[in-house]
Nanobody, 126 residues
Framework: QVHLVESGGGLVQAGGSLRLSCASSGGTFSGYLMGWFRQAPGQEREFVAAISWSSNTYYADSVKGRFTLSRDNAKNTVYLQMNSLKPEDTAVYYC????????????????????WGQGSQVTVSS
């Protein structure tokens, strides 16, 4: 059973930066695409970014150019660096592991991920 734990959330002013981490344990990490999603109050969980096993990265248009995703397979950890934060980035951020080994099918869909972390709150004040 894969266990994912996010950390690094908090309160920041608009224009500021935060770095989220997602540590994985209990399962294979290096061969899986890892994704980040976020959910604001009253809204559906939406795709933010994903990184393949070979570190190819994919971003939602809303965060492109501001967020950077990386991974350290030796530490079983992915990192989401968030810069130039905006109030509309306020949400609970979740990391997740793709269902399929060495696949990246439908990486923007929540249904493509089996294992999820508990979430980390990010609040951006104006």
């Amino acid at each position: 059973q894969v266990h994912l734990v996010e950390s690094g959330g908090g309160l920041v002013q608009a224009g500021g930066s935060l770095r989220l981490s997602c540590a994985s344990s209990g399962g294979t990490f290096s061969g899986y695409l890892m994704g980040w999603f976020r959910q604001a109050p009253g809204q559906e969980r939406e795709f933010v970014a994903a990184i393949s096993w070979s570190s190819n990265t994919y971003y939602a248009d809303s965060v492109k150019g501001r967020f950077t995703l990386s991974r350290d397979n030796a530490k079983n950890t992915v990192y989401l660096q968030m810069n130039s934060l905006k109030p509309e980035d306020t949400a609970v951020y979740y990391c997740a592991r793709h269902t399929s080994y060495l696949r990246s099918i439908n990486y923007t869909s929540r249904d493509s991920y089996d294992d999820w972390g508990q979430g980390s709150q990010v609040t951006v004040s104006s």
